[in-house]
C-alpha cells in the first residue's frame, strides 16, 4: 500500500489537498479529465487559472476529498480493471497470432535455494548515499523473502495470462 498523505495537489499553488477534506474543481469539462483534472485548495487558486486558460464562463464547484481507505479502495479496482483489460489484450494478441495459449495450472517447486537475492555492495551504497547510514548483512534474508514473494505473485499473474514469461507489468 502507499503511503501518500494527500488526495491531490493544488493545480495552482501545489499545495496538498488531504483526503476527507474540501477542495474545489473547475465547472469547465475540459478541466476535469480524468487523469489530468485539475484541483484547487481554495476559491482564489481556482480563480488564478481561469485567466490562463481562458474560460468564458466558470466557476469553482466544492468537492469532498475521499477518505484515504476509500480512495486506495478505488485505486486498487482500478489497477484491477486495468489489469483484466491488459489480459483481454494479450489473450487477443496471442489468439490472433494463431499461437495456442499454455493452459493448466502452474507448479511451484519448493526445491530452490534460499539466496541472498539483491546485490549486497549496491544495496550498502544506496542506503549509504541516501542516508549516511550502515546497513546489517542481517537485513538481507528478510529482503530476499520480500522478492521471493514478489517474484511468486509475479509468476501468478503471467502464468494465469497463459504467458512462459514473467513481465515488468507482472510486478
Ligand atoms: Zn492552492
Ligand atoms: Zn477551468
Request: proline share 0%; with cysteine.
Given at each position: 500500500m502507499s503511503d501518500r498523505t494527500h488526495y491531490r495537489l493544488c493545480s495552482s499553488c501545489k499545495k496538498e489537498l488531504h483526503f476527507g477534506a474540501p477542495y474545489y474543481v473547475c465547472?469547465?469539462?475540459?478541466?476535469?479529465?480524468?487523469?489530468t483534472g485539475l484541483t484547487f485548495c481554495s476559491v482564489p487558486c481556482f480563480e488564478a487559472h481561469v485567466p490562463m486558460v481562458r474560460h468564458r464562463e466558470a466557476w469553482a464547484e466544492e468537492k469532498m476529498a475521499p477518505a484515504r481507505d476509500q480512495w486506495e479502495a478505488e485505486q486498487s479496482a482500478e489497477r484491477e480493471k486495468e489489469s483484466q483489460r491488459e489480459q483481454a489484450r494479450e489473450r487477443r494478441r496471442v489468439v490472433g497470432a494463431g499461437a495456442p495459449v499454455p493452459s493448466g495450472p502452474l507448479e511451484l517447486s519448493d526445491d530452490v535455494p534460499r539466496d541472498t537475492l539483491v546485490v549486497v555492495s549496491k544495496l550498502k551504497a544506496y542506503i549509504r548515499a541516501r542516508s549516511g547510514l550502515n546497513t546489517s548483512d542481517t537485513v538481507l534474508e528478510p529482503l530476499s523473502d520480500i522478492i521471493r514473494q514478489l517474484a511468486d505473485d509475479a509468476i501468478e499473474r503471467a502464468a494465469a495470462e497463459g504467458r512462459k514469461t514473467v513481465m515488468d507489468r507482472d510486478f
Open positions: 465547472s469547465v469539462s475540459t478541466c476535469n479529465r480524468k487523469r
